[in-house]
């Protein structure tokens, strides 16, 4: 765990007491995305154990309402069947790195009539311009390549089996990665191979998901 995270923990922990036992705080290392899970505070909310990977970061790094935010609120996904609200806050070191993250999982479920009336109460955002754009686009494409060198980092790609960039294009595509605009391209040339060979691996995938869901 880098050593700037373990400031965190007992925040985490604070968080986890203050909003009970339907409030988990999960604290993510983003050196090892794959591995990113290093500390959990009342896991039973989704079941989060240490050493599991990211899964809706990226997603809620995308959701984020500017380039000076490092926070997003309010992503809503489901995990066994409950509603989860989820909010993140992006953790950087002295050199603005983006090293970690502290996201909070709140099970909704017993209040999703609750949140919807207090939702309809407040009012509605104002339209981001254009510039607002293309910085929030910029530093979510920063983001997810950073994310993307961390995932290869530590293996000489030239060196890769087939079935090892299949896994590694594997576990970007569940974490939303290449959702974002031109992560295809600079993904194939990380990994030495052209954009229609990832497209390929992309197909295989998708037709091997569909093969096992039947």
């Given at each position: 765990?880098?050593?700037?995270?373990?400031?965190?923990?007992?925040?985490?922990?604070?968080?986890?007491?203050?909003?009970?036992?339907?409030?988990?705080?999960?604290?993510?290392?983003?050196?090892?995305?794959?591995?990113?899970?290093?500390?959990v505070?009342?896991?039973?909310?989704?079941?989060r154990?240490?050493?599991?990977?990211?899964?809706?970061?990226?997603?809620?790094?995308?959701?984020?309402?500017?380039?000076?935010?490092?926070?997003?609120?309010?992503?809503?996904?489901?995990?066994?069947?409950?509603?989860?609200?989820?909010?993140?806050l992006?953790?950087r070191?002295?050199?603005?790195?983006?090293?970690?993250?502290?996201?909070?999982?709140?099970?909704?479920?017993?209040?999703?009539?609750?949140?919807?009336?207090?939702?309809?109460?407040?009012?509605?955002?104002?339209?981001?311009?254009?510039?607002?754009?293309?910085?929030?686009?910029?530093?979510?494409?920063?983001?997810?390549?950073?994310?993307?060198?961390?995932?290869?980092?530590?293996?000489?790609?030239?060196?890769?089996?087939?079935?090892?960039?299949?896994?590694?294009?594997?576990?970007?595509?569940?974490?939303?990665?290449?959702?974002?605009?031109?992560?295809?391209?600079?993904?194939?040339?990380?990994?030495?191979?052209?954009?229609?060979?990832?497209?390929?691996?992309?197909?295989?995938?998708?037709?091997?998901?569909?093969?096992?869901?039947?």
């Open positions: 765990m880098h050593p700037l995270l373990k400031r965190y923990i007992p925040l985490a922990d604070m968080l986890a007491s203050t909003f009970g036992e339907d409030c988990e705080v999960v604290l993510h290392d983003l050196a090892v995305p794959e591995h990113s899970v290093v500390y505070a009342n896991g039973q909310v989704t079941g154990c240490i050493g599991q990977g990211i899964e809706h970061l990226v997603r809620e790094v995308m959701q984020a309402d500017g380039p000076e935010q490092d926070y997003a609120v309010n992503d809503y996904f489901h995990k066994h069947g409950h509603l989860i609200r989820s909010s993140s992006f953790i070191d002295d050199e603005d790195c983006l090293i970690g993250a502290m996201c909070i999982n709140l099970d909704t479920t017993k209040i999703q009539q609750q949140i919807a009336f207090l939702q309809s109460l407040m009012p509605a955002p104002p339209a981001p311009s254009a510039a607002h754009d293309d910085k929030k686009v910029s530093r979510v494409e920063d983001m997810v390549m950073s994310l993307v060198d961390n995932i290869l980092a530590g293996c000489d790609v030239r060196l890769l089996t087939r079935e090892e960039r299949m896994e590694k294009i594997r576990f970007m595509q569940k974490r939303g990665i290449f959702q974002v605009k031109g992560s295809i391209e600079q993904v194939a040339k990380r990994l030495g191979i052209t954009k229609v060979t990832v497209y390929s691996y992309l197909d295989e995938l998708r037709k091997k998901e569909q093969t096992a869901g039947r």
